[in-house]
Antibody, heavy 118, light 110 residues
Framework: EVHLGESGGGLGQPGGSLTLSCTASGFSSRSFVMSWVRQAPGKGLEWVADISGPGDNTHHAGSVRGRFTISRDNSTVYLQMNSLTAEDTAIYYC?????????????WGQGILVTVSS | QSVLTQPPSASVTPGQRVTISCSGSSSNIGSNSVTWYQQFPGTAPKLLIFSNNQRPSGVPDRFSGSKSGTSASLAISGLQSEDEADYYCAAWDDSLSGYVFGSGTKVTVL
């Protein structure tokens, strides 16, 4: 059974840094694109970044480009978040992209809360 | 401001049909497949429709999707109280080189 587990959230300082981790199990994670999606309190879903299976190709949303970096190491996917602002406060979900030509997420983690506040 | 536009809410009586629209552009819906996700309060989104009109196993056939040009729609027929949730459309955007979500539609069962 596919399982995605996020960790590393919590309280971050404005201008500070946090690193989220997503541990994948139940499938060969190196074969799939993995993503981070966030949801601010009471708001909709926002795609943040994705990384290819081998980890050699990444995309980042314009709102986080230059501040956030997605990476992976074996079955763990990371999101390094720098220069945090209050607008980064959200639940962050790890998501697995379905293999193949179509882009969609077939499995999601339970999400982890990141709060940016002084 | 979401790249894909959805109505913020829809209210329907049980047993009726509701259709949720999703409007995009040539760089997203117009050139890539559309996905729909269902989200209940306090839980992670769940895949509902992929590749415009395909249902994953376990999704009732009351849910159906369609796409035409730069727009897509999700229809729920025979609405049940358990269908009360937020629904999001999504697609890859070639211009942004990113995945974009709709603004979300809250379906309320009266």
């Amino acid at each position: 059974e596919v399982h995605l587990g996020e960790s590393g959230g919590g309280l971050g300082q404005p201008g500070g840094s946090l690193t989220l981790s997503c541990t994948a199990s139940g499938f060969s994670s190196r074969s799939f694109v993995m993503s981070w999606v966030r949801q601010a309190p009471g708001k909709g879903l926002e795609w943040v970044a994705d990384i290819s299976g081998p980890g050699d190709n990444t995309h980042h949303a314009g709102s986080v480009r230059g501040r956030f970096t997605i990476s992976r190491d074996n079955s763990t996917v990371y999101l390094q978040m720098n220069s945090l602002t209050a607008e980064d406060t959200a639940i962050y979900y790890c998501a697995k992209r379905h293999g193949g030509n179509f882009y969609y997420f077939d499995h999601w983690g339970q999400g982890i809360l990141v709060t940016v506040s002084s | 401001q979401s790249v894909l536009t959805q109505p913020p809410s829809a209210s329907v009586t049980p047993g009726q049909r509701v259709t949720i629209s999703c409007s995009g552009s040539s760089s997203n819906i117009g050139s890539n497949s559309v996905t729909w996700y269902q989200q209940f309060p306090g839980t992670a989104p769940k895949l509902l429709i992929f590749s415009n009109n395909q249902r994953p196993s376990g999704v009732p056939d009351r849910f159906s999707g369609s796409k035409s040009g730069t727009s897509a729609s999700l229809a729920i027929s025979g609405l049940q109280s358990e269908d009360e949730a937020d629904y999001y459309c999504a697609a890859w955007d070639d211009s942004l080189s990113g995945y974009v979500f709709g603004s979300g539609t809250k379906v309320t069962v009266l």
